[in-house]
């Protein structure tokens, strides 16, 4: 008797959360498409996500900024971020141009 009033309860409380409102197949529970609508009731888009940078790019501006400071420990900081890059070698000679 315990085991039928348990069942009836869980199943009952499935029907109730899984909110069994006439909606079309694919379409978005009531709630959610509310949260996810503005204050004109229309739907939000969706964040976009920007391109990501083109490396050399970067490691050219990070070279620029190097020199820009022109020390010591900004070109070793560079050389040891970027040991393959071929801006590492002008990096080296900078280097030698400062301990003269």
């Known amino acids: 008797m315990k085991l039928r009033l348990l069942s009836a309860g869980l199943l009952g409380a499935l029907v109730a959360t899984a909110g069994l409102d006439e909606r079309r ?15 004109s009731g229309q739907p939000r888009r969706a964040p976009t996500v920007p391109l990501a940078r083109d490396p050399a790019v970067a490691v050219a501006e990070e070279y620029q900024e190097a020199r820009r400071k022109g ?3 900004a070109f070793e900081l560079f050389i040891a971020r970027h040991p393959d890059d071929p801006l590492a070698e002008q990096a080296r000679a900078e280097l030698k141009r400062l301990s003269r």
Not at 25 to 39: F, H, R, W, Y
């Open 71 to 73: 020390t010591r420990e």
């Open 25 to 39: 197949l694919g379409e978005l529970p009531v709630m959610t498409s509310k949260a996810n609508a503005d204050d």
